[in-house]
Structures are given as C-alpha cells and as structure tokens.
C-alpha cells in the first residue's frame, strides 16, 4: 500500500452492515489505515446516523446490499433525497455479489460503487480513496 492510501488518514466512513463481524473485519482494515470509522448495522440506523451531526463528518458509506429492517438500496435513495451534504456522500455497495448486473443496479440506485465480499483490503481502501477523492 502506497503513498495514495496515507492520504486517507483522518477521513471518516460509515459502515453499514447487519453482520457484525463483517463491520469489525472493515473497521480494523480501516483503522490500520488511520481512518476514522461510523457503524451502522441496518439501512434504517444508517439514514438516522446521516440525519445526525456526526453525519456530517462522513466522507465515504460503505452500504452492504441485503439486510433485514431496511436494505441497502433503499437507504441509499433516503440519503441522497435528503440534499445537501449526505446526497453528495459517495456510497459504495458491498455484496456477495460482484456481476456486472449487482454493479449496475447498484448504480441505478444512486450508489457510486460495489467492493466484492469477502472484501480485498488493498481494492477496498483504493476504491475508497478514489471516490472520495483522496
């Protein structure tokens, strides 16, 4: 991992996934890279979270696709019609499934992204650091 991820020092994401040790696995990848990381463990607690002052600190989402109470589609059309700030976040969907159509209809649902499951740590932060624009 080179100069491109110390970038990424400092930032804040948002995890949003309903199995706990998937989040415990992405934070402690992403704490190792110095990033400040949210949870969140359905769609719903991720909307409230945006709605939220801390919110405000979020640079990236990482959104899993299925989960019970509200899944991760749906809570990406809350973000991004809330406006301002939460609707330019970049969301990036987390899946089991990485076929060209998961990519797409993650795209149609206003995410800017999808990082395969189980999750590769130099494609997840680089992908993070490009859509933020680290």
């Given at each position: 991992?080179?100069?491109?991820?110390?970038?990424?020092?400092?930032?804040?994401?948002?995890?949003?996934?309903?199995n706990?040790?998937?989040?415990?696995?992405?934070?402690?990848?992403?704490?190792?890279?110095?990033?400040?990381?949210?949870?969140?463990?359905?769609g719903?607690?991720?909307?409230?979270?945006?709605?939220?002052?801390?919110?405000?600190?979020?640079?990236?989402?990482?959104?899993?696709?299925?989960?019970?109470?509200?899944?991760?589609?749906?809570?990406?059309?809350?973000?991004?019609?809330?406006?301002?700030?939460?609707?330019?976040?970049?969301?990036?969907?987390?899946t089991?499934?990485?076929?060209?159509?998961?990519?797409?209809?993650?795209?149609?649902?206003?995410?800017?992204?999808?990082?395969?499951?189980?999750?590769?740590?130099?494609?997840?932060?680089?992908?993070?650091?490009?859509?933020?624009g680290?």
């Open positions: 991992m080179g100069e491109e991820i110390r970038s990424c020092a400092g930032k804040c994401v948002l995890v949003v996934d309903d706990e040790f998937n989040r415990e696995l992405v934070r402690e990848i992403l704490e190792d890279e110095a990033i400040i990381v949210y949870e969140s463990d359905d719903k607690s991720a909307v409230d979270f945006m709605d939220k002052e801390q919110g405000a600190d979020v640079d990236v989402i990482l959104m899993d696709v299925r989960m019970p109470v509200m899944d991760g589609f749906m809570a990406t059309k809350l973000i991004r019609e809330k406006g301002g700030y939460a609707a330019k976040v970049p969301i990036i969907a987390m089991a499934n990485a076929f060209e159509s998961d990519r797409k209809e993650a795209q149609n649902n206003g995410m800017n992204g999808l990082i395969a499951k189980p999750v590769d740590v130099e494609t997840m932060v680089s992908q993070i650091a490009e859509l933020a680290w």
